[in-house]
């Protein structure tokens, strides 16, 4: 997310991974969020740091022994033993926020809470990027060992400016698909089957291939799954995809159509055809397959039935 310095775009950006493992019905996960401040926070903090880990110089790995001159903040992060042991009582960056970035963290668990996303504040996170600011975050699993972060991001508000843009604020988090499954093996979760395909619209010919893409983009931006042809397959083998693909509609698309200004939508399980303006078929479509998913329900129980007809959703 690119512009926005606010703590709801932070907590925004947090929820869309949130969002990302509730789909998948992936439990176990934890949310760590801290705030490594703006670089003024981190130059007084820094020489807090500095101050401490220079009185355990003969303990640190020769990693971390660089790390101390040049970027102190990364030593909290190093995975040796003795490094890790040492860092614990180490100062806290949450001690060294300015008033400013001290309200935006605040802000930020506020939105979290307020979108109902547990969290614990870990102040050991950091990020070893100087363009980092303020929030970071990861989300950690214990069903996959030492491996456990399976999503990590934060705020980086100088990196735009650092390559050579205008001063933008952004944020953002990366997610890796390695880990993601090993997480879901362990926990026994397959991936969710695609969703069905609402209408499938068969064009005839290259004119009516435009007006399909047209139609399709257009029913897309109003939720509905749509496809169409984009291999050049004839008109047969485009029926026979659009039944592999599970399509709950058809309609074929061609230049007497196109004259007439009307396609025929077919309820592939019914088998019941309609007849719909083009110019009108985004629309007209969605009040169509309403209608047919209340006469499938019939005289539902529950409104619960209905929901889930009308979504897809299986049992």
């Known amino acids: 997310m690119f512009g926005s310095a606010a703590p709801q775009a932070d ?22 969020i801290n705030s490594i401040g703006c670089p003024g926070c981190r130059k007084n903090y820094h020489a807090a740091l500095k101050e401490y880990f220079e009185g355990y110089r003969g303990e640190l790995c020769p990693t971390c ?25 180490s100062p806290v960056i949450l001690d060294y926020l300015c008033d400013e970035c001290a309200e935006h963290f605040e802000g930020v668990k506020k939105f979290l809470g307020a979108m109902g996303i547990e969290f614990s504040v870990d102040p050991r996170i950091v990020r070893g990027l100087d363009y980092y600011t303020r929030t970071v975050f990861e989300f950690v699993s214990d069903s996959i060992g030492a491996q456990g972060t399976v999503c990590g991001g934060g705020r980086y508000d100088g990196l735009v400016e650092e390559l050579g843009g205008p001063k933008t604020p952004a944020l953002g988090f990366g997610m890796g698909t390695g880990r993601l499954k090993m997480l879901m093996k362990a926990q026994g979760i397959e991936l969710p089957e695609d969703n069905e395909c609402d209408l499938y619209i068969a064009p005839m010919d290259e004119s009516a291939l435009l007006k399909a893409m047209e139609i399709v983009s257009d029913l897309r931006s109003g939720g509905i799954h749509a496809q169409t042809d984009v291999v050049g397959r004839s008109l047969k083998a485009q029926m026979k995809y659009a039944d592999k693909i599970g399509a709950r509609y058809t309609a074929v698309l061609g230049s007497n159509e196109l004259e007439e200004g009307t396609v025929n939508v077919k309820n592939m399980k019914t088998g019941r055809i309609t007849a719909i303006p083009v110019e009108e078929l985004g629309e007209k479509f969605i009040t169509l397959s309403l209608n047919d998913a209340v006469g499938e329900i019939g005289d539902a129980e529950d409104s619960a039935a209905l929901i889930n007809t009308l979504f897809g959703k299986k049992e």
């Not at 947090?14 to 789909?23: D, L, P, R, T």
């Not at 790390?67 to 190093?78: A, E, G, Q, V």
């Open 65 to 89: 022994l660089e790390r101390l001159d040049k970027n102190p903040m990364r030593i909290l992060d190093c995975k040796s033993p003795v490094c890790k042991k040492i860092a614990e009582g």
């Open 11 to 32: 907590a925004e950006v947090i929820s869309v991974a949130y969002q990302i493992f509730e789909y998948l019905q992936i439990s176990d996960l934890k949310l760590h």
